[in-house]
């Protein structure tokens, strides 16, 4: 009985927790990659195409069968989004360049 109350508690702590904590590991990955973007922009004066393989892949991005892993969205030549995804169904982690925030979306 104390094992089951000890298991029910550890996932009710879980599943309360703050995503930044949840999911840190991928939030540092997507924060290391922003860099990478943004020194892109600086040099090349835009952020690079979502089909420019060879580039997202020298920024940091993972290549997968659907494209790259965190999912990269370019907006406008001065914002982009990151997406990591999980499955077909949300809610996913999303870093917007316009707010510089991480969300739960």
Do not use: C
Request: hydrophobic residues 35%; positive net charge; without cysteine.
């Amino acid at each position: 009985m104390i094992a089951i109350l000890s298991l029910v508690s550890v996932l009710f702590a879980w599943f309360h927790l703050p995503f930044e904590i949840k999911r840190r590991s991928e939030i540092n990955r997507g924060n290391a990659i922003t860099q990478n973007l943004n020194g892109y922009r600086l040099a090349v004066g835009k952020y690079p195409e979502k089909g420019d393989w060879k580039t997202l892949n020298k920024l940091g991005f993972s290549m997968n069968d659907l494209g790259t892993q965190p999912d990269y969205k370019k907006v406008s030549d001065t914002s982009f989004e990151l997406i990591f995804l999980e499955g077909f169904d949300g809610p996913y982690l999303t870093y917007k360049s316009t707010t510089k925030k991480w969300s739960i979306e």
